[in-house]
């Protein structure tokens, strides 16, 4: 498969973007569930737990001159997430990230939602609740502003302002 071909699966981005628990959802409506050939190529050198039982969703596609952008959502057993892949012009992956999604272990549940912005600058916030008492408390809670340069490199900016 093309790194063309690829790219067509995710829908093309309208700002701002929001990645939370349930949104998937609403890319549901406009992606496409990524095929095994493009898993294969693409997703796979980026995900090192990928099963038949995990489904990959094409949510948005985004570029400058010199990379393009992806963000698909993974689900699988026990957790799934939102993940942020630049590439190259010639389909080579420059960096991803996991910027949004549930995890849940032993100990409790991690969350995190995530905010793509028009200048494609990415807030992220986080969450961790060990007990039911834990919902909502300050101290369990971060929050991280990531920028993508013009090469595609994903740099953190620092808390949001």
């Given amino acids: 498969m093309s790194f063309k071909d690829f790219t ?13 628990e349930d ?12 095929p095994d050939e493009a898993l294969a190529e693409f997703i796979a050198p980026l995900e090192p737990e990928l099963d038949e ?9 985004f570029s400058r001159k010199e990379y393009t952008a992806v963000v698909y959502w993974k689900a699988g057993l026990l ?4 993940r942020l892949v630049t590439f190259d012009k010639r389909g080579e992956p ?3 990230r996991v910027i949004a999604g549930s995890y849940i272990d032993g100990e409790g549940v991690s969350q995190s939602a995530a905010t793509i912005t028009e200048d494609h600058v990415v807030y992220v916030v986080s969450a961790r609740e060990d007990t039911i008492e834990d ?9 991280l502003r990531l920028g993508i340069d013009d090469g595609g490199i994903i740099r ?3 808390a949001p302002e």
């Fill in 8 to 20: 067509k699966l995710f829908p093309k981005a309208d700002f701002p973007l929001h990645f939370g």
């Fill in 53 to 61: 039982f995990t489904e990959v969703l094409a949510c948005a596609k």
């Fill in 135 to 143: 919902l909502g408390a300050a101290d369990k809670s971060s929050a």
């Fill in 156 to 158: 953190e900016l620092g």
């Fill in 23 to 34: 949104t998937y959802r609403t890319y549901e409506s406009a992606g496409k569930l990524i």
């Fill in 94 to 96: 420059v960096e991803n």
């Fill in 79 to 82: 957790h799934n997430h939102y």
